[in-house]
């Protein structure tokens, strides 16, 4: 063909067609025009040019390149994706014996896949959690095999060649159908699509290639990380499957509690108690910070239960980041309940010295005074007797 049409068009598809509609699309049109169901005389190019837009926006990164540069992005074909191939291509002839027997022809060697993840739970101090830590673990896993090194065969044995397949590792089977016939090529059974046999395991791992085994690994924890926050290690997973690469290792974790201190995203919460005297004629007060040290805060004189100070950048970290949360100290105004006989004397007084609110002060939507709740304190409006 002297212009290449559009692949959407080819497909028959919009440009915003989801991967289904793309898959549903190739198939209607590979039944039709496959060269063994369609004797007309374009067929096979159609099928070929078909086959060609399958390949391109079936895989999510070459159909981008397409959507930005057109035919454009390769001459002939898309460059560096191999270009198109004649009823091949990763997932196109797949897909055509999916369509027709139902089932995908297997490749003839038995193909390699990814180790599975591993999960570790680690427990950090709240210290540790706002300040980062290194630290050693120990995780079981699967570990190459020390006597055979992972070869599964016993030391000064060797495997054999596969008296199924031959070593090819393949098995071809015939299929005939209205269409003509198919050559079902698939893994051998007998050596699961290696070509050889192990007929003397080793010894100590049982022709696994891998024992049980215990790994000690340091890990390093970033200041700043929170509750159920996951720290993710590449490669440390189990092993891969025939060669496949190994899987990940995730520590999540989780945080104790402390004595004083609460977490809030980035800043540190701590609860101050102070008496009724503090709070009225104010006063400064030396409270803990996380980094372990003190410092000085001001209460003015007057302050209500409730009212929060910030001290500004000695909360946690940001994750990733030098600059850190605030610490926020919550005032809490504690009343007592026990006195004694001077201090309810004195306290008495205090009372007496306050003038009393008017009646517009009394109603059930004012809220009550400090000193209200201290005469409740006192079991009464402060009057001796």
């Known amino acids: ?11 028959g598809v919009s440009n915003g067609a989801t991967e289904d509609d793309i898959r549903r699309a190739f198939r209607k049109l590979a039944r039709q025009y496959h060269p063994d169901v369609n004797r007309e005389k374009d067929a096979e ?22 959507d930005h540069f057109g035919h454009r992005f ?49 427990t950090l101090t709240f210290e ?49 159908t209205v269409f003509g016939q198919f050559v079902n090529v698939m893994a051998c059974d007998r050596c699961q699509g290696e070509g050889r046999v192990i007929t003397t395991p080793c010894s100590e791992c049982r022709g696994q290639g891998y024992v049980h085994g215990k790994r000690q690994l340091t890990v390093d924890i970033p200041g700043g990380v929170d509750e159920q926050h996951t720290v993710r290690y590449q490669g440390e997973g189990l092993p891969g499957y025939h060669g496949g690469p190994p899987g990940d290792l995730y520590i999540v974790l989780s ?14 919460l701590y609860d101050l108690d102070i008496n009724v005297a503090q709070a009225a004629l104010g006063e400064e007060i030396e409270v803990p910070t996380v980094d372990g040290k003190s410092t000085r805060v001001k209460i003015p004189a007057g302050t209500q239960s409730g009212r929060t100070i910030r001290l500004r950048g000695q909360g946690a970290p940001h994750l990733g980041r030098a ?14 309940q026990q006195l004694s006989e001077h201090q309810r004397n004195l306290f008495r007084e205090l009372a007496r010295s306050f003038s009393s609110p008017g009646p517009e002060q009394h109603g059930p939507d004012k809220d009550r ?14 009057a001796t007797g």
Not at 49 to 64: Q, T
Not at 255 to 268: A, N
């Open 1 to 11: 063909m002297a212009t290449k049409r559009d692949y959407y068009e080819v497909l």
């Open 45 to 66: 190019e159609r099928f070929k040019e078909i086959n060609e837009a399958y390949e391109v926006l079936s895989d999510p990164e070459k159909r981008r390149s397409y």
């Open 74 to 122: 390769g001459q002939d074909g898309p460059a560096g994706f191999g270009g198109p191939s004649d009823f091949s291509g990763f997932g196109g002839i797949e897909d055509i014996f999916d369509a027709f027997f139902g089932g995908r022809v297997r490749t003839g060697t038995r193909r390699t896949a990814r180790g599975s993840d591993l999960r570790h739970d680690l």
């Open 128 to 176: 540790e959690a706002v300040f980062g830590v290194q630290k050693t673990i120990e995780i079981q896993r699967p570990e190459p095999c020390g006597r055979c090194a992972g070869r599964r065969t016993e030391p000064g044995t060797q495997p054999t060649r596969c008296p199924v397949c031959g070593g090819s590792g393949e098995l071809r089977r015939a299929q005939q």
């Open 255 to 268: 945080i104790q509690s402390h004595s004083v201190f609460k977490r809030q995203g980035t800043d540190i």
């Open 323 to 336: 600059a850190r949360g605030d610490q926020v100290v919550n005032i809490r105004v504690v009343v007592p």
């Open 369 to 382: 005074g400090f000193f209200d709740r201290v005469k409740d304190a006192l079991g009464g409006d402060g």
